[in-house]
């Protein structure tokens, strides 16, 4: 019988949001130190000794994630039609609005649930062609305190 085995490994990124609807302080600019878990199930691989083996995983996620998210404004993408944020700080240079990263899309509102999610249908995809295993936990920190959890 063959067991499967769950491995997790922690990414860190810096971006900022905006979350126009909330009542409290989000509804203005604000950056994080986003602290990401991804993990994976599958079996051990008997010659590896490996469910994956983590410098693949950090390949993998960084490449479809942590890569185009850090140092980014994750959103609203256009700040400033939202009726809510007025705030020249969250401008670009020209006064332009930061344009959010492609793989969230425009559009995209970036809660922590929402991120999650995006992770989950990106990090899906980047995993596909590797049948050995399979996506199965993640977890978003924006603080400490404060965390965003998929698992299956």
């Keep these: 019988m063959s067991q499967e085995i769950e491995v997790k490994k922690e990414f860190r990124f810096c971006a900022s949001h905006v979350l126009p609807r909330h009542n409290g302080q989000c509804a203005r600019c604000h950056g994080h130190e986003w602290v990401l878990t991804i ?9 590896t000794g490996f469910v994956i083996d983590y410098a693949d995983l950090k390949e ?10 850090d140092h980014q404004h994750l959103g609203p993408h256009a700040l400033a039609d939202e009726e809510h944020v007025r705030d020249t700080a969250i401008l670009g240079e020209k ?3 930061y344009q959010v990263p492609s793989i969230l899309g425009k559009g995209f509102y970036p809660s922590s649930e929402n991120l999650v999610l995006r992770f989950v ?6 995993f596909n062609p590797v049948k050995a295993f399979r ?5 978003l920190k924006e603080t400490c ?3 965003a959890i998929w698992q299956v």
């Design 145 to 147: 305190t404060s965390e």
């Design 60 to 69: 993998i996620v960084n490449e479809a994630i942590v890569d185009k998210l």
């Design 39 to 47: 993990g994976v199930k599958g079996p051990v691989d008997p010659e």
């Design 95 to 97: 006064g332009y609005p």
């Design 135 to 139: 996506l199965s936990y993640v977890s």
């Design 121 to 126: 249908e990106i990090l899906s995809k980047a």
